[in-house]
C-alpha cells in the first residue's frame, strides 16, 4: 500500500449544478493505493494511524487530483502545433492532411506516439481521447505505446472518403472493416478502448457514415467521436453536402451516429433544434477552448450547455489548439465564458478537466475522481510553482483564490508528479 499525503480535492457532484459544495477540499488530506486502485481518502493524520505500513510520499502544501482527462486530441498532429494563419478548412489542407500522410509508416507513427505521451504526462494528463489517421497502424502505435505505460486511453482510425487527398482517402467498405478489426483487437484490452471516429460529414460520404452508423449498432458499448458546428464555414458546407438534413446534427442523428456514448467536438454554433437533441439524446460535448480561438472558430456556450447538466468535457485538440496543458485549457475555457458574461467558478474548471470529462466519457465510475475503487491515476500540482503565482497564492483568503492562479497561470513546471495506475509514471524531476 502507498498513502500519498497533501491537498486533495474530489468531486461529490456537478459543480455546474450544484455550486463549489460538489467539491471536497482536505487541506491536510490522503488517498491510500492498493493494487492499482484508490482503496480509501481522507484526512492525512487519520489515514497515517489506520494504515501505519503503508508507504508515505509527503506532498507538503501541493494538491492531489484525479489526472487529467484530455477528451479531444489528434495525436498526429503533434509535430505541426501551432501551425500559423488558417482558419479550419485552409487549416486542414495546409498542414495536417500533408502530415498525416506521413503516417503510413509505422516507424514514425511511434515516434509521434511516444513524443504525445512524452508531453501530455508532463503535463498532468493521464488519460487522452485521440483521433488517429486513416492508416490501421497509427491506431496500432498509439495504442501499443499507451499500453507500454498503463495508460487508460481511447482511440480509433480516423475515416474519411471524400474531399481529403487521394493518400487519405479509404472507403465505406475498409472504413467499416479496419475498425472493425482494430476495436475486436484493442477494445477492453488491459486499460484501452477503441473509438468509432468519422472525422467528420464534410468528409465522409452519405455510404462511409451508414456503414459506421451500422457498426456503432453491433457495437453499442464502443464511444464515438467526430465533430460538430466549429466554423460558420463548415456548417454551409454541411448544408450544401447533406441538403436532405434540417442541420449538421441531423446528418450524424440519420446514420445513427447520435445518441449516448457520442462524443461531439467543438459544437460551438448549435441551433434551438440541435441543442434540444443532443440534450434529448444525451450525447456529450467536448469544449476546446484554445483551438477555438486559436483557429478562429467562435465562442462555446459553457454556461447555457454545461449550466443545463449536459455532459460537457475539457480538451487540448492538439494540434489545433495550441497547448497540450490542460491547466491552459482551463484557463482559456474560463476567458470564454468570461467573453460570454459568466465568470466560471475553479471549481466548474477542474471539474472539467477531471470528473466532468470522466462523465463525458461515460468512465466516471473509473476515473477522473479521488474515490474508493477509482484507477489510481493522479496528478499532484504545486499551486506555488512560479514566482508570479506564488505571490498571487500567497494573498489567497480560500483555496479557490489558492488555485485559481495556477488554473491562469500554470504550466508544466506547476505538475510535481503524475501517478498512473498506482504507480509513479513522473517524478518531480521528469516534469521540469
Known sequence: MKLLLGQTLAFDGNPFVEGPA???HERRGAVLIEDGLIRETGPAEALRARFPGAEVTDYG???????FIDAHVHYPQTAIIASWGKRLIDWLESYTFPEEARFDAPVYA???????????????TTTSVSFATIHPASVEAFFIEAQRRGLRTLAGKTCMDRNAPENLRDSAQSAYDDSKAL???????DRLSYVITPRFAPTSSPAQLEALGALRAEHPNCLMQTHLSEQKEEISWVRELFPESRDYLDVYERFGLAGPGALMGHAIHLTARERAAI???DISLIHCPTSNTFIGSGLFDMQGLAGAGLRVGLATDVGGGSNFSMLRSMGAAYEVAQLAGHALHPAALWYLATAGAARALHLDDKIGNLAPGMEADMVVIDLASTPQI?????RAGDFWEEL????MMGDD????????GGELAVPVTSAH
Open 22 to 24: 460538489a467539491t471536497r
Open 61 to 67: 502544501d501541493a494538491l492531489i487530483s484525479a489526472g
Open 110 to 124: 511511434r515516434e509521434i506516439a511516444a513524443r504525445f505521451f512524452d508531453l501530455s504526462l508532463a503535463h498532468g
Open 183 to 189: 476495436l475486436e483487437a484493442w477494445h477492453g484490452r
Open 279 to 281: 440534450a434529448e439524446r
Open 390 to 394: 506564488a505571490q498571487r497564492a500567497g
Open 404 to 407: 485559481f492562479p495556477t488554473i
Open 413 to 420: 513546471r506547476a505538475v510535481r508528479a503524475v501517478w498512473v
